[in-house]
């Protein structure tokens, strides 16, 4: 099985600020971890091996995209995160992120900026 401090651990050897590595180590837990005990076995593991193309369907993109947009204004906001984590990463740490794929500097992501983060793999791969 993998742990979350395992997915954060394998981040950061891949080059991954240690901040974003939490919170995109967190989101995949979230995302990953079908039996909420903390950690992804086997079965959802490969699970998720056989599913990471969809992170390239623009019809999965749009759907997380509006998950995540809690308020429904459009934009993905530092708030609207930290809901989503249900409070479990440091507002700063989320700020950071957001502020790391924000290409506008509008303190909010619109759905293009979400996608092209998703697919560049900064947020939630």
């Known amino acids: 099985f993998v742990t979350l401090d395992d997915l954060i651990q394998y981040l950061k050897e891949e080059g991954v600020d240690a901040n974003i590595a939490q919170f995109c180590a967190q989101m995949m ?3 990953l971890d079908i039996g909420r005990d903390g950690k992804i076995d086997l079965r959802e ?3 998720a091996y056989i599913a990471n193309h969809i992170f390239n369907d623009d019809n ?3 759907r997380e ?3 995540m947009d809690k308020d429904c204004d459009g934009f993905i906001s530092a708030t609207d995160i930290s809901s989503l984590v249900n409070g479990k990463i440091e507002m700063f740490k989320i700020k950071k992120l957001v502020f790391e ?3 506008d500097k509008d303190g909010k992501l ?3 900026e979400f996608r ?3 697919k560049s793999g900064t947020v939630l791969e």
Do not use: G, P, Y
């Open 60 to 62: 999965f993109v749009k």
């Open 116 to 118: 092209a983060a998703m």
């Open 110 to 112: 619109n759905f293009e």
């Open 45 to 47: 593991f490969t699970e």
């Open 29 to 31: 837990l979230t995302e």
């Open 65 to 67: 995209f509006e998950r």
């Open 101 to 103: 794929v924000d290409l």
